[in-house]
């Protein structure tokens, strides 16, 4: 079993439609799945809406703190702003690292579907991402 664990700043958009993705996408089987944040910023519901819209139901999702248990049993940590590049522990020497800077759809401006626009361009950046990370397993 491969643990992977996607670390953003506060575990509310990124992070989790990278753990959302993930868990649709690699297999089960195969590997167990995380997200987790420095800080906890609670589940951002638009990060709900455009993952729903297409198929993936992160709902039940929550905002977690990292998990050093996890972290240091991680085969790897996928960091997705800098803030957690910067800030992520020491990495156990057996634990791979990728970090994919993605911009933070939180900070999006403008009405509600503008802001939607910009969830949804890193929401399919995640998707390919993932599976992308899913060929480089088979």
Known sequence: MKKIYFLCTGNSCRSQMAEGYAKSILSPDIFEIESAGIETHGLNPNAVKVMAEDG?????????????????????VITLCGDA??????LPPQTKSLHWPLSDPAQATGTLEEQLEVFRKVRDEIKKLIIDLNDHFH
């Not at 992160?58 to 972290?71: C, E, Q, V, W």
């Not at 590049?85 to 020491?90: S, W």
């Open 56 to 76: 993936v139901d992160i709902s039940s999702h929550y905002s977690k703190l990292i998990d050093l248990r996890y972290f240091n049993t991680s085969d790897l």
């Open 85 to 90: 590049k910067d800030k992520c522990p020491m």
